[in-house]
C-alpha cells in the first residue's frame, strides 16, 4: 500500500510540507518519493481516478493477454490506459520490468501515462519489501530527488524595466540564497516588468518566507522588486499568461495568488 500526495500550490507556499506530512501521518516515513517529472496535473487525476476502479487481480493468462493487448492497433487509447494500470497494480518485478520497457516504445501519448504506471508499480513493489507505508508527492512541475519543483515570478516595484545592476543583484542573491539551503536556481529569465525562476526547492521550505527574504535581501540595493510574488508547482507560465493575470488584477487591492495557483 502507498499514499498519493498531489500538492498544488494554492495556500502551500505558506506551509510547511514537512510538517503537513507530520500532521496528517504522526511522523516523516523514510519512504517518501516525488514524482521527478512534469506531467499535467489533469492527466494525473485521471490516471489516480482510473486507478480506483480498474486495479483487480489478474491471472497469468489474463496478463498475458494484457501484455499483448498495449502493442495491438486494434485497442484504443481509453482501453491501453486501463490495461496499464491494472499492470501496475499487481505487485510483480517482471511486470514493472514490462511497463518501463513498453515506457520505451510507446507513442506520444501514452508516454506520461506510462510514467504514472511504472511510478506506481515500483512503489508497490518497494512497499511490499520494507513492509512500511510508501508516500509519493506528485505536483504538475515534478522535482529532482527530495526537491519539489516551483515556478516563481517577481515583480518590478515600479513596473520599469530592469537594468543591468538590478538583474546581477537579483541573480546573486537567489542563487546564493538557494544553495545555502540546498535548492538550486534552473532557470532566471527576464521580461520588462517581471523576472521568472524555475527553483527546486526542499520539502520542508516554507515558499513565502523563503522569497520574501530573497526579496529583502535584493531591496537593500534599492527597492525596486514587489514584496509579492507569484508561485505555481502545477506548470510553467508563458510571458503572455504572467502579463494578462497582472493586467486582469492591475489595481485591484489583493492581486495576487489565488487564480494563478489554480492554473
Known amino acids: 500500500m502507498f499514499t498519493f500526495i498531489l500538492i498544488v500550490a494554492k495556500g502551500m507556499e505558506e506551509e510547511n510540507i514537512y510538517a503537513k506530512i507530520r500532521e496528517l501521518f504522526g511522523h516523516i516515513p523514510e519512504n517518501l518519493s516525488i514524482l521527478q517529472e512534469q506531467i499535467d496535473i489533469d492527466l494525473q487525476m485521471e490516471y489516480y481516478d482510473c486507478a480506483k476502479s480498474s486495479r483487480c487481480e489478474l491471472s497469468d493468462g489474463e496478463i498475458e493477454l494484457h501484455k499483448n493487448a498495449l502493442y495491438s492497433d486494434e485497442q484504443s487509447l481509453k482501453e491501453k490506459k486501463n490495461i496499464l494500470v491494472r499492470l501496475a497494480s499487481q505487485d510483480n518485478i517482471q511486470l514493472y520490468r514490462f511497463i518501463q520497457k513498453f515506457g520505451e516504445e510507446c507513442e506520444t501519448e501514452l508516454k506520461d501515462w506510462t510514467i504514472l504506471a511504472l511510478q506506481e508499480s515500483r512503489m508497490l513493489l518497494e512497499t511490499k519489501l520494507l513492509d512500511e507505508n510508501h508516500i509519493f508527492i506528485s505536483t504538475g512541475l515534478g522535482g529532482k530527488g527530495k526537491l519539489l519543483r516551483y515556478f516563481i515570478v517577481l515583480l518590478s516595484k515600479k513596473r520599469n524595466a530592469f537594468n543591468e545592476t538590478q538583474k546581477k543583484v537579483i541573480r546573486g542573491e537567489f542563487e546564493f540564497l538557494l544553495t545555502n539551503h540546498e535548492s538550486e536556481l534552473e532557470t532566471i529569465t527576464f521580461y520588462n516588468k517581471f523576472v ?53 488584477h492591475k489595481g485591484k487591492r489583493k492581486p495576487r495568488k489565488k487564480k494563478l495557483k489554480e492554473l
Open 196 to 248: 521568472t525562476m524555475m527553483v527546486l526547492i526542499p520539502l520542508e521550505i516554507t515558499i513565502k518566507e523563503f522569497f520574501r527574504e530573497g526579496i529583502d535581501e535584493c531591496n537593500q540595493f534599492g527597492n525596486f522588486l514587489r514584496t509579492n510574488f507569484l508561485v505555481t508547482n502545477v506548470k510553467q507560465l508563458t510571458a503572455e499568461e504572467i502579463n494578462e493575470f497582472l493586467q486582469t
